[in-house]
């Protein structure tokens, strides 16, 4: 059987190691979208198409990133229209309002239609849906609750009011270029009232109620709507109804922003490059740590993080590693599991909904095996600091030996098949049994193993 060579194999690791990283960098840096090829003009008459892009959970850049390059897309595509088919508990302010401009700028009209039945467009979500051409429902939705949320921490009243107010002030004002209720958006945002579909329609706050995105397209047909400041009416009979994949790209960031991925990314990162810096040399755990800590950081881009849970998070990492090198009796080890899971409950700022925590599960789960884990090192540790030396000189102190020599008190011994100038306590003779009880530099110092032998 052939034994690999560590060297061949680190190698090897190496260099593939660093492709990991470069490619990891490049597949999540920021970049320009390409602009698919455009459709023939001639296709573009005789097929027309309304793309439908679906927007889920929460608001974030990336959602941002999804209905802007779509807008673009769909442009040079030559769709007539943009349909966001949404459900959302809301997401980050600085997101939506992004959004918002997006859509008014859009040279193409904009739907929203808020579906499945059972689906929501809260908080942000509600101001997008106003902000579109054309607002619509599915049976069985809702959509309201958007008072502005201390993402922070707990506001003083001042400021409080200061977010309500703009908040306010934005969604009316997109209300009223929409033609829509001006004073049920306001109370949205001041009292967080929300509406069904069948009250949203009633109290002008969407345009009507769709079954499904057939009857959308239908029920938009021939609206008179303002599209980048030109009255336009929707020409969509007949239209057929393209849905939009996104790419892999944006399917990958999506699924490191959850805060789930991202908490377990950023831990298993720092436990990778742990355990490198443990066992130089392994390389795996350091280059699969490191790709997991870039990839955690793209994540923290896009999510609305608390400092402070952060910092006690990498506090306590730090406790359980001084706690290898450092005999305090648990302490380090205890303030360690706490400082984790604290960090853990804060570390993402949840917003309304919570729509940003870690789930409990998740947390209580990692911290009770980074407890374990630790636990288990350090009991390890303490072990091996506690077991008898069985290598180098300091090996010899309590081995047994024989007298080659009269030692009165110096000669020779043979220990462990090797002859040392030896010290004795007392006079010896020769071929006495002798054990080693101290090591003053290459001399040994020997006692009898049985006083009887002594003289």
């Given amino acids: 059987m052939r034994i690999a060579d560590p060297r061949r194999t680190r190698s090897v690791l190496r260099p593939a190691g660093a492709l990991i990283l470069i490619a990891c960098v490049f597949a999540f840096a920021p970049q320009g979208g390409m602009a698919p090829a455009s459709v023939p003009a001639q296709d573009a008459r005789t097929r027309a198409t309304v793309d439908v892009i679906h927007v889920d959970g929460a608001i974030t850049p990336i959602t941002l990133q999804q209905v802007e390059r779509q807008i673009d897309a769909s442009v040079a595509q030559g769709a007539r229209a943009l349909v966001i088919v949404m459900d959302t508990p809301g997401g980050l302010e600085s997101a939506m309002r992004s959004i918002v401009q997006v859509i008014l700028a859009s040279p193409i009209p904009v739907i929203t239609y808020v579906s499945p039945p059972g689906a929501r467009a809260a908080s942000a979500g ?5 902000a579109s051409h054309v607002a619509a429902m599915a049976p069985s939705t809702n959509l309201g609750a958007a008072s502005p949320v201390a993402m922070g921490g707990t506001m003083d009243s001042t400021l409080a009011r200061k977010a309500m107010s703009d908040a306010a002030a934005l969604i009316e004002g997109l209300a009223q270029a929409r033609g829509r209720n001006v004073e049920w958006n306001g109370r949205a945002v001041r009292e967080a009232i929300s509406a069904g579909a069948t009250e949203a329609v009633q109290l002008r706050i969407v345009d009507f109620i769709a079954d499904d995105l057939d009857d959308l397209v239908r029920m938009a047909d021939g609206r008179t709507v303002t599209v980048a400041g030109v009255e336009t009416t929707l020409d969509l009979a007949g239209a057929e109804l393209r849905e939009i994949t996104p790419s892999f790209r944006l399917r990958v960031l999506s699924f490191i922003a959850n805060p789930n991925v991202a908490y ?4 298993l990162g720092f436990y990778g490059l742990l355990f490198e810096l443990q066992s130089p040399g392994a390389i795996l755990p350091g ?6 800590l870039i990839l955690g950081a793209v994540a923290l881009q896009m999510l609305p993080v608390n400092a402070a849970g952060l910092a006690l998070i990498v506090l306590a990492l730090a406790f359980f590693v001084l706690e290898l090198k450092v005999q305090s009796h648990g302490v380090l080890a205890t303030g360690g599991v706490l400082a984790f899971a604290i960090g853990s409950l804060i570390l993402f ?3 309304r909904g919570n729509v940003f925590r870690v789930s409990w599960p998740v947390i209580i789960g990692t911290t009770a095996a980074t407890a374990a884990f630790f636990t288990f090192a350090i ?18 102190v309590g081995a047994t030996g024989e007298a080659l020599t009269d030692l009165a008190p110096r000669g020779q011994i043979r220990v462990h098949g090797e002859i040392w100038q030896a010290e004795a306590v007392g006079r010896l003779a020769a071929g006495t049994t002798v054990e080693v009880v101290q090591l003053r530099g290459l001399t040994l110092v020997v006692a009898p193993r049985s006083r009887e032998n002594a003289e």
């Fill in 287 to 292: 280059v699969v740590g490191a790709i997991f």
């Fill in 264 to 267: 377990l990314l950023l831990t």
């Fill in 126 to 130: 509600l101001f997008i849906v106003t």
């Fill in 379 to 396: 009991g390890k540790a303490l072990a091996a600091q506690k077991r008898r030396v069985t290598t180098g000189p300091e090996a010899l």
């Fill in 349 to 351: 700022q949840p917003g």
